[in-house]
């Protein structure tokens, strides 16, 4: 099955300890980013990945780091949480469809993160 | 940087009547405007897209149309149902770099709600 997965899917941290939210897709794309949703503010692009080790900021990607070592893979890392990063967190991963002009994209379930 | 503003915020309808969802963009070198679908408690879904080289896509009940002059998109869904009840995202992406893989900015949300 064809899929995203995020991993813990609700964590509760104080700030400052690091902490490391996992993500994994198995469909082989190239594409990979992470998002932060927030109410009244729809979904705002924290980084994004175009391959393995290129990546990119977003619009907010302060406080955040991530890596793609593998093609799988791309963890959100938070080097120093602070309660502002409080959030409902998604990854997602794409690729273009050949021979077309639409995108082959899914979400992860989302990550509810709280920092006390 | 892009901007996307959608409206309405929340939206009301009877089963059966039409619903239509509005975003505008600020960027015009945004060629790639998908539509995407958020059910309670999971990510977003992507439903429909179009690139700006089409006026209009549409597949069974939804639509998007596309005006590149001014710069605005629309969701359109006919004969609604109650399973259509959901958050509505629209998002706008630029190329980037010569790959289609640029930045993806989103609205902020339309709630739909389709009674019975």
């Known amino acids: 099955e064809a899929q995203v997965t995020q991993n813990p899917r609700y964590l509760i941290t104080v700030t400052g300890k690091k902490l490391t939210v996992t993500c994994s897709q198995n469909?082989?794309?190239?594409?990979m980013s992470w998002y932060r949703q927030d109410p009244g503010l729809g979904l705002r692009q924290i980084y994004y990945s175009m391959n393995v080790e290129v990546t990119d900021k977003g619009d907010v990607p302060e406080g955040y780091k991530v890596s793609r070592k593998e093609k799988r893979n791309f963890p959100l890392i938070l080097e120093s949480p602070s309660p502002n990063q409080t959030s409902l967190y998604f990854c997602?991963?794409?690729?273009?469809?050949?021979?077309?002009?639409?995108?082959?994209?899914?979400f992860g379930p989302g990550t509810r993160l709280t920092v006390t | 940087g892009e901007n996307v503003e959608q409206h309405p915020s929340t939206l009301s309808v009877q089963e059966g009547d039409s619903a239509v969802i509005k975003c505008t963009y600020s960027?015009?070198?945004?060629?790639?405007f998908p539509w995407y679908k958020q059910e309670l408690g999971k990510g977003p879904q992507l439903i429909i897209d179009i690139r700006s080289n089409v006026g209009e896509k549409k597949d069974q009940r939804i639509a998007v149309t596309l005006n590149k002059t001014a710069k605005h998109f629309s969701l359109h869904i006919t004969e609604t149902q109650p399973e259509d009840s959901a958050v509505y995202f629209c998002a706008a992406r630029a190329n980037a770099g010569g790959t289609s893989y640029g930045k993806l900015t989103f609205g902020q949300g339309t709630i739909l709600t389709v009674h019975p």
């Open positions: 469909m082989n794309h190239e594409y």
């Open positions: 997602a991963s794409s690729r273009r469809l050949a021979g077309g002009d639409s995108y082959e994209q899914y």
């Open positions: 960027d015009s070198a945004s060629n790639y």
